[in-house]
């Protein structure tokens, strides 16, 4: 069974930082797209970031210039570096991995494998 496992997440003021981290077991990360989408309260879940196996990222207009998304093989792990958070950035963020062969994607219905989801919150 593939795993992701996230971590990072919490309570931060507006405009504060976090980061998260989705580290694979029993699967290379690298064979992998690995996007990061998030869900608010009453709001179908979006794509927040994406990365090719080649480390192209691609963001959503509302986080671009403030998040980054990175890989680090070989860790196995994929980050998203949240900076100048804002209120409306809180919802549950989660990770997931579709293999790079499928091609590239933004809709969470072409994601097999997620991460098991972290609170983001941002509030004063």
């Known amino acids: 069974q593939l795993q992701l496992v996230q971590s990072g997440g919490g309570l931060v003021q507006p405009g504060g930082s976090l980061r998260l981290s989705c580290a694979a077991s029993l699967f290379y990360l690298e064979d992998y797209t690995i996007g990061w989408f998030r869900q608010a309260p009453g709001q179908e879940r979006k794509l927040v970031a994406i990365i090719t196996t080649g480390g192209s990222p691609n963001y959503a207009d509302a986080v671009n210039g403030r998040f980054t998304i990175s890989r680090d093989n070989a860790k196995n792990t994929v980050y998203l570096q949240m900076n100048s958070l804002k209120p409306e950035d809180t919802a549950v963020y989660y990770c997931?991995?579709?293999?790079?062969?499928?091609?590239?994607?933004?809709?969470?219905?072409?994601?097999?494998?997620w991460g098991q989801g972290t609170q983001v919150t941002v509030s004063s």
């Open positions: 997931a991995a579709r293999r790079s062969y499928l091609g590239y994607s933004g809709r969470p219905s072409d994601y097999k494998n």
